[in-house]
T-cell receptor, first 110, second 113 residues
């Protein structure tokens, strides 16, 4: 699996957009980019995934660069409840497991 | 639709004992995966089951085992518990294996004394 690099932590202001970067410069053509988050003491929660096109759902937007070597997860209007560890994972769609790294600890401040 | 249910949520065992954890997947989901989460190692894949068959297993000793029943419910067992087995054990379900979109339960937090 391709490895990902994420900042260890970041802060953002409540009500503002939170832009979470992820570097995956060794991504292969068949690997998707997945984002999960884990709120303290809860199980991880699936957010979004994409292959090469930008994706949007009710939770977030995923922007993948044209060369697919990096991506950005955008939380459009961060709330205090978005405080969590965010994991960026690259994996083939048919892989049997997800390899979670250390993630980015995002703290939303009032 | 009910989410993934894991029981028990918390348990305390002593070294040498064994433990069984249970997972009920989302209705209609036939694939169940188990992960171990510790502060030092993060989230690590344990095993994956589909149609009552273990399809894949992570790099864990044989003390860790699991099974899946015909109703897709799954159990995992850890025998001869060690202090290092203290962790949050997470179960995840998906409609089919290998989709990448996993729905996790709240986990079972095991403390080994």
């Amino acid at each position: 699996d391709a490895k990902t690099t994420q900042p260890t932590s970041m802060d953002c202001a409540e009500g503002r957009a939170a832009n979470l970067p992820c570097n995956h410069s060794t991504i292969s053509g068949n690997e998707y980019v997945y984002w999960y988050r884990q709120i303290h003491s809860q199980g991880p929660q699936y957010i979004i995934h994409g292959l090469k096109n930008n994706e949007t759902n009710e939770m977030a937007s995923l922007i993948i660069t044209e060369d697919r070597k990096s991506s950005t997860l955008i939380l459009p209007h961060a709330t205090l409840r978005d405080t969590a560890v965010y994991y960026c994972i690259v994996s083939p769609r048919r892989d049997y497991k997800l390899s979670f790294g250390a993630g980015t600890t995002v703290t939303v401040r009032a | 639709k009910a989410g993934v249910t894991q029981t028990p949520r918390y348990l305390i065992k002593t070294r040498g004992q064994q433990v069984t954890l249970s997972c009920s997947p989302i209705s209609g989901h036939r694939s169940v995966s188990w992960y171990q989460q510790t502060p030092g190692q993060g989230l690590q894949f344990l095993f994956e089951y589909f149609s009552e068959t273990q399809r894949n297993k992570g790099n864990f000793p044989g003390r860790f085992s699991g099974r899946q029943f015909s109703n897709s419910r799954s159990e995992m067992n850890v025998s001869t518990l060690e202090l290092g087995d203290s962790a949050l054990y997470l179960c995840a379900s998906s409609p089919a294996p290998g989709t990448g979109e996993l729905f996790f339960g709240e986990g079972s937090r095991l403390t080994v004394l």
